[in-house]
């Protein structure tokens, strides 16, 4: 009798250490609705100009068709700090949903927390299959090293080569006598007028903001930053630049501790100093820095800057004041070739759009949920909003993004402020007969400027493949604790240097703190991929 209770209590003990450890297990009975309906958690990581997703009325029908109803948790500011303790407790909901909001390197730090889909995608989710089917691309986007799947892509077909485009305010050079610049001497001097001579003419000489650009990001750069201005010295920057890693001749690099970084920053504190950018630059937030660019009535208040596309950025009052700019040599005497920022694959492919909890204990349910975004006319509505609202069906199996309801906004902020947009899973199929609005029909004409710098890129040598490459867990895990530490120190820097100088006296020092945060075991891993990559191709 004794031998026998031994045995039981070890298999009951060893019964519970596999219920606590057990990933992937479903870990309670689906909860219902009084309907029928599958109830479901999910968090969205969303645009600050997004409205409240219960107002989403594709949504409302996308959950009714898959039989769910969803608690969202709406997100629009410090994910990357929510994330860490929230990956770190072990208790996430049903589904996250936002481009990347989950990236490889978690997916490598928190094994177990998330489901391989793979299983699910051919029993659940027949529009993620013909996704896969028809750009296959996306299936290697999706899929990790060892072969599973945690995270789905999207592809959004519609998209330029280049996110940012630079802009002046044409009508402040014309009243001011003054040429388009085409140098950063001549840039320096342009904004220099604009500071001093009344630019906008509303006789208010100190109102007038010569230059602005985007929030820095604390994990890196994104869109709408001065850092495009690296093309004027030949590096290629890929997917807005990032964390600074770039591709030149073949080799991968990091233009943090690059020399032609050095000299930017340079000429970025000299505009600082003399007060010709705009002194809440590193403290004002998206919001702000939106608003500020549209002005006041038809009087514009910035005068350089860098955005999207002309009434996204300037809003429709004072937009037609402005032009956009081909990328400006270093000086009248350089001859190195020009570039910019190469974002085709970013802008419309992205990683990690949807995640499921490996412990869901409705699998089944989210994934059905998760098959209806993908359907490429709940896509279109994804990624434009609403039929009937954003978008008219013709009738003939064709559709039409619509204007603003509101004339006076732009359609930018219109989109984006109706629906997931960007943020969102979404695959809008190659066949899909789609009219695009004024604002992405004028983007083609805003990036003719950059055109042949962009033409000139060499795609093999000098483009990073970004989202293509897949890293082991290990490298993964080694590169994203390098990264932290690397990061936030760059950054800071670039901050300091701008605003208070210094870049000249403490540039040795920085490039050494650099390269022991691990940046060179970084590029190292970085580029034995990347070879192996371009072996495949």
Known sequence: MRKMFIVLLVVCMTSLLLSACGGGQESAEPQLTPDGKVKLKAIMIKHPLTQQLDKME?????EARAGVEIEWQEISADWDQKKGALLASGDIPDLIVGVNSITDADFAQFQGLFEDLTGLIETHAPNVQAMFEAKPETRALATQVDGKIYGLPKYQRFWPETTTRQFINQEWLDRLGLETPTTWDELHTVLKAFKEQDANGNGDPNDEIPMDFAPTGKTGFGAFMPIVLLGSQGITLTDNG????????????????????KELVQFLHKLYSEGLINPEVFTQDYTKYQSVARGSGDTAKVGYTFGWEVSDRFGNAVSPQYTSLAPLKVSADSTTPMSWSYDYN???????????????????????FINELYDPKVSMQVLFGSLGTNIKDNGDGSYTILPPEDS?????????????????????????KLTLGTDMQSVGKQTEPLKPALDAIDLDNDVMPGVFLKYAPQDNSMMALNNTSFISMAIAKWSEWITKGGVEEQWDAYVADAQRTGLVANLEIMQRYYDEYKSKQ
């Open 242 to 261: 990032g964390m600074g890693y770039f591709m030149e001749d073949g080799q991968v690099k990091n233009f943090f501790i690059d020399e032609r970084y």
């Open 58 to 62: 594709w949504l409302k029908e996308a």
């Open 408 to 432: 006076a906004m732009d359609p930018g902020t219109w989109k984006w402020t109706s629906t997931w947009a960007d943020n969102g899973p979404m695959y809008i199929a190659d066949d899909l």
């Open 346 to 368: 970013s802008l419309n492919y992205g990683v990690n759009t949807v995640q499921l909890s490996a412990t869901s204990p409705s699998k089944e349910a989210a994934m059905r």
